[in-house]
């Protein structure tokens, strides 16, 4: 196979910023539809080689994510206070981006997470408003998703699940104990549980291995690929093509544009540090929630002073995360489930808002054992167990094989205060300003919490958990799912790209990935970032045929 390889000089259909589950996407489908494409990924080209079982290496020391020393984050809570510097957000960084590393539950949005302000209305203090796409739009990019990434699961369990074209291509992987016990005490509470959609195979899929339940999924990559990373799926068609070169070690600091307002490349530091200018004639900007408004805010001009794409004021706002709560349970018999992918079954009997709570949003639950030795011995029992000595040993050995957690997924309202933009003092190892994160939860975000805390408690109450524990709730200061600051819209002034992804103010410059969500759904937002890249692809490409980018 002849990889390509293009000058900076030469000037590419497409550059792509960033090769996570958005930019493995669009790079392999503008490739293969026969554009010239660059992908300049921060992160090192990683191999399944790479990746171990060194649980200190990977998941205490974070080796495939963001590193906070070269890359700081400030964090404050409202845009009165002075953000402090401290870890606020984290995403894998290499090329893959966060599928590498990610839990693989590959879950579609519902309908109603495309129209919640239709269906709920208004609510105070946030920024409730309906997707310019809907379900609809998406079933095609979904069913495109599960069928060429490879996902496991079983459709038409669940009475909740939205309409589908077609059946997952792989049947579930096998039930944990943790799901087996959900599964009958859910069922013997009239609701509604199924297997839980991974991003890993359970059989040989396309040429690559079936999981081996070597349990290594959060925080690891795959030496076997069978989740399905873009590393593992789209990015070898990507290179495949000879049309599409990935450029790894090549950190973005600034998008190029012209007299005319024009994007006409990207500016990178490469390995060495040194600037380089890679040309193009359009850019898409696919570096996560939290990097590509940072990175249309370094690249302010005369032009464009308040940065590109900015014209609303809106890059970086309603900022959205993961939210989420874990209640353990601890059985009198061991359940031994430190084996194989971590989640097993979930329910979405309280997904939709229901005005009887009194409150907006809602949310899944799912049985999980997604600890591993040091993080259990660390984090993962109770607070009154001992923690040093005989007692501690002894309870590490009850606990470990004998428990299991239920973690609520929940909804995160978008506030406009809530943002990405960039910190006016601290600066990264390459000199550039900081990425700043202003957030706050509002208040219905945390009553929703309480709600699904309590759901889960009675779970494993019916379950006979010997022990039930969990931590206090309380407003996040950090986060991994990076979801909203640069909305997409009709409207110019109310949204920064269109439903096409194509950005309002620069015609040949797409942001293409967890930015664009008008709403955050239920956690899990890969699924649907996938699928909107499949979508985005597609119009970019119709587009440059007609010779309108
Ligand atoms: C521990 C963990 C577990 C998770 N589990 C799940 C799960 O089970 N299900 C789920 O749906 N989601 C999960 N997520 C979230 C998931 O990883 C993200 O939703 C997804 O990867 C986001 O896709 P993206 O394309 O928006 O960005 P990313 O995948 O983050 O890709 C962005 C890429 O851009 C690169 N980049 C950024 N800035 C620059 C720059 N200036 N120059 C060059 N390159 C740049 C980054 O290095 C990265 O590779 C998890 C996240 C974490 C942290």
């Known amino acids: ?36 494409v660059v992908v300049l ?15 200190l290496k990977t998941f205490r020391q974070g080796v495939l994510i963001n590193d906070w020393e070269k890359q700081p984050n400030t964090f404050r809570k409202s845009p009165e206070e002075k953000a402090m510097r401290q870890p606020a957000v984290f995403y894998g960084r290499q090329v ?25 209305g208004t609510v105070a203090g946030a920024s409730l408003e309906d997707w310019p796409v809907r379900y609809s739009d998406l079933e095609p990019y979904y069913t495109k998703v599960e069928q060429e990434l490879g996902v496991s699961g079983e459709a038409g369990l669940s009475p909740f699940d939205p309409p589908r074209s077609q059946p997952y291509p792989l049947p579930p992987l096998p ?8 599964e009958r005490v859910t069922r013997q509470m009239g609701l509604h549980p199924f297997p839980a959609p991974l991003a890993i195979l359970s059989q040989p899929y396309r040429g690559r291995a079936a999981c ?63 600037e380089v200018m890679q040309k193009a004639r359009a850019v898409v900007l696919c570096a996560n ?4 408004p940072r990175l249309l805010l370094l690249s ?41 992918p971590h989640v097993s079954r979930v329910i979405h009997d309280y997904y939709d808002s229901d005005a009887k709570r009194g409150f907006w949003g809602g949310g899944g639950i799912d049985a999980r054992f997604d600890w591993y030795p040091i993080n259990f011995a660390l984090d993962g029992m109770p607070g009154d167990v001992p923690r040093w000595g005989a007692g501690y040993k002894a309870a590490l050995k009850e606990y470990f094989p004998r428990s299991m957690s239920l973690l609520a997924h929940s909804t995160c309202l978008p506030v406009e205060s809530n943002r990405i933009d960039l910190d006016p003092d601290l600066k990264d190892a390459w000199g550039l300003p900081a990425l700043r994160m202003t957030y706050r939860n509002h208040p219905d975000d945390l009553k929703v919490l309480h709600f699904l805390k309590d759901r889960a408690t009675e779970i494993l109450e019916a379950a006979g958990a010997k022990k039930i524990w969990s931590r206090k709730i309380e407003e996040l200061t950090f986060t991994g799912h990076l979801m909203g600051t640069c909305r997409m819209g009709n409207d110019a002034a109310r949204s920064v790209v269109d439903r096409n992804h194509r950005a309002h103010d620069v ?3 797409f942001v293409v990935d967890g930015s664009s969500f008008v709403t955050c759904g239920r956690q899990q937002p890969t699924c649907t970032i996938h699928a909107l890249a499949y979508r985005a692809a597609d119009s970019m490409a119709a587009a440059a045929r007609k010779g309108e980018i």
């Open 1 to 36: 196979m002849k990889l390509a390889r293009y000058r900076p000089r030469d000037t590419v259909d497409f550059v792509v910023i960033g090769s996570g589950a958005a930019g493995g996407v669009v790079a392999k489908e503008l490739s293969t539809q026969g554009f010239s």
């Open 41 to 55: 990924e921060q992160g090192p080209y990683l191999r399944e080689k790479d990746f171990a079982h060194d649980e």
């Open 96 to 120: 893959g981006g966060g599928t590498v590393h990610y839990t693989a539950n590959l879950w579609r949005f519902h309908e109603v997470d495309f129209e919640e302000r239709s269906r709920w």
């Open 175 to 182: 039930v944990k104990r943790c799901g087996a016990i959900f």
């Open 212 to 274: 081996t339940q070597c349990a290594f999924c959060k925080s690891f990559g795959c030496e076997v690929r069978a989740k399905s990373s873009t590393l593992a799926t789209v990015i070898p068609v990507a290179e495949g093509t000879g049309r599409c070169e990935i450029r790894s070690g090549c950190y973005v600091r600034k998008i190029e544009t012209n007299a005319d307002g024009r994007v006409t490349g990207a500016i990178y530091f490469d390995g060495r540090g040194r």
């Open 289 to 292: 929630g939290a990097e590509s």
């Open 300 to 340: 302010r001009s005369s032009r464009f002073p308040d940065g590109l794409a900015n014209s609303s004021g809106l890059v970086g706002a309603y900022f959205m995360v993961d939210t989420g709560v874990s209640v353990r349970g601890m059985f009198e018999r061991p359940l031994n489930d430190h084996k194989g």
């Open 507 to 509: 015609r040949n410059l």
